[in-house]
Every structure is written in C-alpha cells, then in structure tokens.
C-alpha cells in the first residue's frame, strides 16, 4: 500500500509537469513493478521500462498494459542500453522515482541519461531526501537520499539546465528498528538544453 500511494503521488507530480504525453517517446528508469510507467502506455508513441530487479520485472511483464508493441521492459542498468536498444538522443521524457540512491556511480547515470534524451527533452526525478540510512535498514544502499541542491548540480555539470526542484512529499515510516519515523521526498526537473 505504501508503495502505491507513493506512486500516485508521484504520478500527480508528473501530470502536472506534463499534462499531455499522447506520442511521447518515454523511458522509465527503475520502474520497478510499472507502478508509474504503465500509467502512460496507452498515449506514449512508445515507452520503455528499465530495471535491475528480474523479480520486480516479473511482475511487471504479467501486467496486461506491459504488453502492447510500443512498451519494451529491459532487464539491466541504463549503461547497457545508450547505443543499444534504446538510441542516443531519442527520448522526449526520463521519469525515475526513488531509483537514484540505489545507483552507486551518480555522475555515470547521469551521463547515460544525458546520451539517451533528446535536445530539449525533460528528465524529472523523485528522490528521497538525505535520511540517516535508516529508510531502508537492514538493506545498505549506495545513498541515504540526496541533497537537492547537490543533485542538481550534479545534472547541471553533466550538460543539464535545471527547470526546479521542489518537496512533493512527507511521510510517516515505522522502521526496521520500530521506530515511527519521517522521511521527506523531492522531484527535480531538468532539460537537456538545444545547442547553439
């Protein structure tokens, strides 16, 4: 239950960033179980879906709205598929939530979006807020959440403008320990800018 009220959040943010996606060539990075991304199968012109996890993509490939001919689930990391499966500069929209601090090499992810999205293509995240590593305790992932500001740094010195990042969320967590505790969450927006 969390884990959906937390896409539909997320999803909200995202249709307000962008209210009509009919024809857009989207990728979805860490989709997971399609939570998000099968929200916009039946508009996208295509829409592929990435993720590391062949458990969660299981489960994502059993979904009626995964199969039409223009939605394509791949197993592996973004760097396997710039040059591959998906052309370099051929999608209009990235959307990732909470993926990022999963990724142990931020500046290389960064890089692989940047050769995936077109010029004046969009790239929105949702991300947790740096946390003190309990959110995901016992499991240890590469970051405890992210500083926005630092993050956007980050997409800017890999060749993105920054649109704007703001808070889309707080909630209550009882973690692993049993303690009751608040983490926050926050969607930045970002363009890969047309050259001069």
Not at 104 to 122: A, F, M, V
Request: charged fraction near 20%.
């Amino acid at each position: 239950p969390q884990a959906v009220a937390l896409a539909n959040l997320f999803a909200a943010e995202l249709d307000k960033i962008v209210p009509d996606h009919s024809g857009l060539t989207i990728l979805e990075f860490g989709c997971g179980t399609g939570l998000v991304g099968l929200r916009y199968a039946e508009k996208a012109g295509s829409l592929d879906m990435v993720d590391a996890s062949p458990a969660m993509l299981d489960v994502l490939r059993a979904k009626e709205k995964a199969r039409p001919s223009h939605v394509t689930v791949h197993e592996g990391t973004l760097s396997m598929l710039v040059g591959q499966t998906v052309r370099p500069r051929s999608v209009d929209w990235i959307i990732s939530n909470m993926a990022l601090h999963h990724v142990e090499d931020i500046p290389t992810l960064i890089d692989g979006l940047h050769r995936l999205i077109k010029p004046g293509g969009r790239v929105t995240i949702g991300e947790l807020e740096t946390e003190p590593g309990t959110f995901h305790a016992p499991e240890v992932v590469p970051h405890n959440g992210f500083d926005a500001q630092e993050l956007s740094r980050l997409f800017e010195n890999g060749g993105f403008t920054l649109v704007k990042t703001h808070n889309f969320l707080t909630m209550p967590k009882e973690d692993n320990d049993g303690v009751s505790r608040t983490y926050s969450a926050f969607i930045l927006e970002a363009t890969r800018p047309f050259k001069r």
